[in-house]
Each structure stands twice: as structure tokens, then as C-alpha cells.
């Protein structure tokens, strides 16, 4: 089982650009396929960009391409996400979590931290 801590989220003006990172703590360790899910109030959490440990395979929802950039540091045991160029709709609450393998972009179990919110200004 992985245990994450979330930090690098705030408050930036749209156009602007964050980088979040995820950090295993304790025993931790981070699986073959890990990344990021977002959900905002109301709405269902959704996946926003994950990577494959092993091949180092990235995936990204429609939304985010070409914005968004996953990386892992396997040494550090962390994995971030550099936003760049974003928009009022990327705001919500960011997790990082495990991704199933053989579908990358929805979570492997509902394992989930407390997460970093972003919040974007127009």
C-alpha cells in the first residue's frame, strides 16, 4: 500500500503555472502505475495525468495535454506535475494516488490522501 503527501497547490491567475509533487512517506512505496486525479465539488474525480514506473509511459486526460506534464525522481520517491498555462476550469482539489495498470487514468482502489487545492483566477 502507498502512502503520499500532496503539496504545491495555491491560488494563480489563469496563464500561470504550478508544480505539485507527491511524496512517499514512512514504508511507503510507489507502485508501477501512479499520478494524479482531480475532483471539484459535485462532480465525479477524475484523472488528470498518470505514469508508469517501470517504462516511464505517461497518460493525460483531453483536458490537460500539451499544459500538463507528469515526472517521477524514483531516487526521491516523488512524483510531479508541472502546470503550465492554466485555465479557471483546472481548479479543484489534486490527489495523487495509484492508477490501475490496465486503465491508467482511473485510480487502482479509493486509497486517498488529503490532497493540495489549486485554485485558478481568471
Known amino acids: 500500500q502507498v502512502h503520499v503527501t500532496e503539496s504545491g497547490g495555491g491560488s494563480v491567475q489563469a496563464g500561470g503555472s504550478l508544480r505539485l509533487s507527491c511524496v512517499a512517506s514512512g514504508y511507503s512505496y510507489f507502485a508501477n502505475c501512479m499520478g494524479w486525479f482531480r475532483q471539484v465539488p459535485g462532480k465525479e474525480r477524475e484523472g488528470v495525468a498518470t505514469i508508469y514506473a517501470d517504462t516511464g509511459r505517461e497518460y493525460y486526460a483531453d483536458s490537460v495535454k500539451g499544459r500538463f506534464t507528469i515526472s517521477q525522481d524514483k531516487a526521491a520517491d516523488t512524483i510531479y506535475l508541472q502546470m503550465n498555462n492554466v485555465v479557471p476550469e483546472d481548479t479543484a482539489m489534486y490527489y495523487c494516488?495509484?492508477?490501475?495498470?490496465?486503465?491508467?487514468?482511473?485510480?487502482?482502489?479509493?486509497?486517498w490522501g488529503q490532497g493540495t487545492q489549486v485554485t485558478v483566477s481568471a
Open positions: 494516488a495509484e492508477c490501475n495498470y490496465w486503465s491508467p487514468l482511473r485510480p487502482r482502489n479509493n486509497n
